[in-house]
């Protein structure tokens, strides 16, 4: 596509600064993938969009992208829907991330280069451990249940890392406010800190277990999977950490410490990029509480995922927001306007909108402001150049944003151009993953 790159700037969760992303050439991102117990949510689908958005940014940019995702295809919260619902563990893991790639697929989301199951690396896991164990990162802790056999769960020792805090930010007692809603065991007995993070679970009767060699068998904790999966993939120092804010502490602080001990360096990763939560009727969206819209459920129904798409996009992926059906009849209506003008013969030169778009989603990912400047060429398009658009203001919300640059945007060149509206559908196509027309 013509026109000068953009370099991508970001917001850091662990500086908590926009900072410039400055991969080498191949650019290396990790994002922590599902527990692959129910359908993806919309807030899934605002993270995993963003980082597509993010990963097409980087490629456009001339980067190649290694992006890898892990697979929590063995996790408590699966085991216990399984039992609840009379499946086997790994059926559902298996139709639960079918059906999770489906939804990416429909939401033009570019697949990972790796998707990697934690059942696959159990073995490097328990690896990683008993080298934690070894070098004194780590310690055992016996399991008082009678049924224990004398297996021993294996924590990791958060005294040995000077560095932890230094990717949340946070207190201890702000990390002790949530540890336990968020898989931690800060009660459990013998624990030499609260926050310690288990790394092996020793085996239970009736629970799925693997030889760990030294460990005995058992199987991971949560947080070690990603730093394992991490390493193993990316090598330390990747460029960037993604998730959704629920996974700044622990999870990835955690895996960052935990990586630390295992090589000595710092950081993990360059920088930690997180979405904020999507809520729906004032609560944060989350199986526990069970108010989720799905993506399979809105496909379903007949809503064109692209659409889908689009609303997502029109919010800033810093900001948290609400989901109501309202967003996504305005994302229809845009939509159908972008669908129509670029359907058109010929259209305004659209070069100063594609630099826009790049300008704005280089900023931060700045989508609300690409999608404005994208609407200005379809208004022109259509209307002659009168401004209005469908969209509620709500797209506008971010004040900090600097508005300046959106002036570029007014197509500056009225004259009839037959390749503008194949070069505008190209561009929304390759920087915003937005299909408008059957062939782009
Ligand atoms: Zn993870």
């Known amino acids: 596509m013509p026109g000068e790159a953009v370099p991508l700037r970001v917001y850091d969760t662990s500086s908590s600064e926009v900072v410039p992303s400055e991969p080498g050439p191949t650019a290396k991102l990790y994002v922590c993938g599902i527990t692959p117990y129910d359908a993806t949510h919309l807030g899934h689908a605002a993270t995993y969009v963003t980082f597509d958005v993010l990963q097409r940014v980087w490629r456009d940019n001339g980067h190649t992208v290694h992006y890898v995702q892990n697979v929590t295809d063995v996790d408590d919260p699966l085991l ?30 570019l697949p990972p280069d790796e998707y990697v199951s934690v059942v696959d690396s159990v073995a490097e896991i328990a690896t990683d451990v008993a080298r934690l164990l070894e070098s004194g990162h780590a310690y055992r802790l016996a399991v008082d249940e009678p049924t224990a056999d004398g297996g021993a769960d294996v924590y990791f ?46 085996a239970r009767p009736g629970e799925p277990s693997w030889d760990g060699g030294v460990l005995g068998p058992g199987r991971p904790g949560w947080h070690v999977e990603c730093t394992t999966i991490a390493l193993r993939s990316l090598g330390m120092t990747f460029d960037v950490q993604g998730g959704g804010t629920d996974l700044v502490f622990p999870h990835h602080e955690m895996s960052a410490v935990q990586a630390e001990g295992l090589t000595g360096e710092w950081p993990f990763a360059r920088a930690y990029v997180h ?59 845009r939509l159908d306007r972008w669908r129509d003008a670029v359907s058109r013969p010929t259209g305004p030169n659209a070069t100063a909108t594609v630099a826009a ?33 469908p969209q509620r203001d709500a797209t506008r919300d971010d004040t900090t944003r600097d508005d300046t640059a959106l002036d570029a945007t007014t197509p500056d060149d009225t ?22 027309t059957p062939a782009s």
């Open 275 to 333: 979405q904020a939560m999507v809520g729906l009727d004032g609560e944060k969206m989350s199986k526990s509480r069970g108010n989720l819209v799905l993506v399979s459920r809105l496909r379903a129904d007949g809503r064109d995922p692209m659409a889908l798409r689009l609303a997502l996009l029109a919010r800033s992926y810093r900001t948290e927001w609400a989901w109501t059906d309202d967003l996504l009849a305005d994302a229809q209506a």
């Open 415 to 436: 004259t009839s151009d037959d390749k503008a509206p194949a070069l505008l559908a190209a561009a929304v196509d390759a920087l915003l993953g937005v299909r408008l």
């Open 80 to 109: 216990e829907r399984a039992e609840r619902d009379g499946v086997d563990w790994r059926d559902l893991a298996v139709r639960e991330t079918e059906l999770f790639r489906e939804d990416m697929t429909a939401l033009a989301v």
């Open 357 to 389: 778009v790049r300008e704005r989603l280089a900023d931060d990912l700045d989508t609300p402001g690409a999608l404005a400047a994208v609407d200005r060429w379809v208004a022109e398009q259509l209307d002659g150049g009168a401004t209005g658009t």
């Open 157 to 202: 020792d958060l005294s040995t890392e000077d560095r932890f805090g230094e990717v949340s930010g946070w207190s201890r007692a702000e990390m002790l406010a949530v540890y336990a809603d968020r898989g931690g065991d800060p009660d459990r007995p013998g624990k030499r800190d609260p926050l310690d993070p288990l790394l092996w679970r020793a």
